[in-house]
C-alpha cells in the first residue's frame, strides 16, 4: 500500500521540485493533548503548476535512479 499525504506548498524555488509540509495530530499521553507535528517532503512537479500555499496530495514512490 502506498502512503499518501495531503500538504501546503511551501516552497517553489527549485526547478521542477516543490516543498510540501504535511501536519500530522499526534496525542501526547502525558498531558492528554494533540500536538500537532509537521514534516516536509520534496516533491516533484513536472509540469511547475503548483505555487505557494496550495494544498496538494503527494503519493510515496521507490526510489528513481538518474542512471
Do not use: P, W
Not at 499525504?5 to 502525558?30: E, L, Y
Request: contains cysteine; proline residues 0%.
Amino acid at each position: 500500500m502506498r502512503h499518501n499525504f495531503i500538504g501546503v506548498v511551501i516552497s517553489t524555488a527549485m526547478d521542477k521540485t516543490v516543498r510540501v509540509q504535511v501536519a500530522k495530530r499526534v496525542m501526547n499521553h502525558h498531558v492528554q493533548k494533540e500536538i500537532l507535528r509537521h514534516k516536509v517532503y520534496m516533491a516533484h512537479d513536472e509540469l511547475e503548476k503548483c505555487n505557494n500555499g496550495d494544498v496538494v496530495r503527494i503519493e510515496h514512490c521507490r526510489k528513481l535512479s538518474r542512471h
